[in-house]
């Protein structure tokens, strides 16, 4: 109520042991959300975003300033790296990628404003291999969002007709991702080209509704499922990142009911997700971490019969 000195705010914070300066700094400045509000958020749901985001090739949205100035992407290191952030060799590129391993690391890439984590679909120690597949569905212009949610169902349909399971979660953005986890039996090209032939297979099909190129011109009324989220290198948000968006949005794992017109891409955000977390009777994704599924026809763990 009295308010702290001025003199003890600008030392900083520290969250999980990770020392944050300018802790006050606004991010978000129509929420008003801080630094500090930022660590604490993921400080609160760790448990949630850890598996998502630990041991895995980093790709890193940073907005030194905030998510209305300057953001860059970021994959190597910078001056005055923390050390709970390590450094990775990875095949396809000659510098070392970063990595983390816990909430203190989470929390360092808060500290050097981070906004948005986006991981490789594969681990650091199965670097070729993939761990996960995603199927991103980009909304065209005009686009209604029951045409997103019919993708992405469309997208598990084929999914589930091979054997597959599959999850979905909000981008915190215009579009929903269908996240396939994987045993990391299959290298890169071979994951590209079987996602290629879901997307190529739903445009043939219903070449009004969907497309699988990045020609923008002919997006427009369409949803492009965008299957260049798989490839040695690829990226796209981690579920439970934070986006440098408007309205701090959350890339959210949704349970498949839960699709419908209220939660949009960017429903989920910093200020309601706890509540959502706190409120729900199950993991949304329950089974993701134990699901073991391949691309091989022969699939020996998911199909042996014992
Ligand atoms: P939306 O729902 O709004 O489409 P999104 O996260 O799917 O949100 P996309 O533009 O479709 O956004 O991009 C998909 C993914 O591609 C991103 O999550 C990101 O990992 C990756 N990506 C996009 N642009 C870049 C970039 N300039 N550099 C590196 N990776 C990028
Ligand atoms: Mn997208
Ligand atoms: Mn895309």
Redesign the pocket.
């Known amino acids: 109520p009295s308010g702290r000195p001025a003199s003890i705010i600008s030392t900083g914070a520290t969250v999980a042991g990770v020392h944050l300066s300018h802790p006050e700094r606004v991010l978000w400045p129509e929420q008003g959300i801080t630094k500090q509000g930022l660590a604490e958020f993921y400080a609160e749901i760790a448990d949630w975003v850890l598996p998502h985001v630990v041991h895995r090739p980093l790709?890193l949205v940073r907005c030194p300033s905030g998510s209305e100035k300057t953001c860059f992407?970021q994959k190597h290191a910078w001056a005055g790296l923390s050390d709970t952030i390590r450094q990775i060799p990875v095949p396809g590129d000659d510098q070392p990628m970063l990595a983390i391993d816990d909430l203190a690391g989470l929390i360092a890439l808060v500290q050097a404003g981070v906004l948005?984590i986006?991981p490789w679909g594969a681990t650091e120690s199965v670097p070729d291999k993939a761990d996960r597949l995603i199927f991103?569905?980009?909304p065209g212009d005009e686009v209604e969002w029951s045409a997103v949610i019919h993708g992405a169902l469309e997208v598990r349909e084929r999914l589930t007709a091979m054997k597959l399971e599959s999850f979905v979660k909000t981008?915190?953005?215009?579009?929903?991702?269908v996240v396939v986890p994987l045993v990391a039996d299959t290298g890169w090209d071979d994951v590209k080209a079987f996602t290629k032939t879901i997307a190529e297979s739903m445009a043939a099909d219903s070449p009004d509704r969907y497309v699988s190129t990045m020609a923008k011109k002919i997006r427009t009324g369409r949803v492009f499922v965008?299957y260049l989220?798989n490839g040695q290198g690829?990226?796209?948000?981690a579920a439970y990142s934070t986006?440098s968006r408007p309205g701090a949005p959350v890339?959210t794992p949704l349970s498949w009911d839960e699709l419908g017109p209220e939660v949009r891409?960017n429903h989920f955000n910093v200020e309601n997700l706890d509540r959502r977390l706190q409120n729900l009777s199950g993991d949304p994704w329950a089974g993701f971490f134990e699901v073991r599924q391949s691309l091989r026809s022969e699939k020996p763990e998911k199909t042996r019969k014992r």
């Open positions: 790709s992407f948005e986006h991103d569905l980009d981008t915190g953005g215009k579009g929903l991702h965008d989220r690829a990226t796209a948000v986006r890339a891409g």
